[in-house]
């Protein structure tokens, strides 16, 4: 279950993540021999357990001490590096680096056959919960169509490609995605089948760290490696993915990752994430 993506933005991608993490480690390290003294000091408050504070300490003016707030995620998104965007990337920003952790969210996909619903859980996977939040709320999924369907082997609706527009299909469906990657989270290495129907997951190229934007709805139990972030529960409209499922897919994908284009176009009009309950 793979969406395409360029092999050059993934080496990209690689060279960026490890000086980020050497950037990290440099930025640890410091933090362990800097003594925190005078009438300036941050108190740190421990409540129920470890507040971590993370500083950024490099000498730059501009950098600011933050906090990871009680009850909140330090989520990492990584950006893909400009020389290595293709058209069919979209470009909206990066969401907010901490994000809740706690309560839950329903996501509200309006397509054009009718309206999908799922629950999503905000302890079990924070960062991308609040990338969905994110992209939302800039239209990133609206007027855009599920562009992959399979029903052999595993059984899954594909959306999430903001270049998935229009009339017909393109050689580059299934290749589009946001500026930014993140980590894979929620994954059900301890679930037999990992991904039962009525679930739906994040799509991601094969390699850690490279979740963005596209989507798989279950609608049939997938024995699929335990790669992909699990983002939540389908609570309605299963019946609308089935009968997309039921008029059949045209092979376009059947030498490659396997399925096709559905037969039966659904569009999703509008995809909205509500406000975190609980």
Not at 215 to 226: K, R
Not at 255 to 270: C, F, L, R, S, T
Request: charged share 20%; with cysteine.
């Amino acid at each position: 279950m793979t969406s395409t993506r360029e092999r050059q933005r993934a080496a990209a991608r690689a060279r960026l993540e490890r000086e980020m993490a050497e950037r990290a480690a440099r930025a640890r390290k410091r933090r362990q021999t800097q003594a925190i003294v005078g009438a300036g000091a941050v108190l740190l408050l421990v409540v129920a357990g470890t507040v971590w504070l993370a500083t950024a300490l490099g000498g730059d003016d501009d950098k600011k001490q933050t906090a990871t707030s009680a009850g909140a995620a330090q989520c990492a998104y990584t950006e893909v590096p400009k020389e290595g965007r293709t058209k069919q990337i979209k470009d909206v920003g990066l969401p907010g680096g901490q994000q809740k952790n706690t309560g839950t969210q329903t996501m509200t996909i309006d397509t054009n056959l009718g309206p999908i619903t799922a629950k999503i859980d905000r302890a079990a996977v924070p960062c991308t919960a609040g990338s969905f939040t994110h992209l939302a709320s800039k239209g990133f999924f609206d007027n855009t169509k599920c562009h992959r369907l399979v029903t052999e082997g595993i059984k899954v609706l594909q959306c999430g490609d903001p270049s998935a527009t229009g009339k017909g299909w393109r050689e580059t469906d299934g290749t589009g995605g946001p500026s930014y990657n993140l980590a894979e989270e929620n994954l059900p290495t301890d679930k037999r089948p990992p991904y039962p129907e009525g679930v739906i997951a994040m799509a991601n190229s094969g390699q850690p760290g490279s979740t963005g934007s596209q989507f798989f709805i279950v609608f049939g139990d997938s024995q699929l490696d335990p790669n992909y972030t699990v983002l939540g529960t389908i609570t309605g409209g299963m019946d609308v993915v089935k009968q997309v499922a039921a008029a059949g897919d045209d092979k376009a994908f059947a030498q490659q990752a396997g399925g096709g284009h559905p037969k039966k176009e659904i569009v999703i009009n509008k995809l909205a994430m509500s406000d975190i309950q609980g």
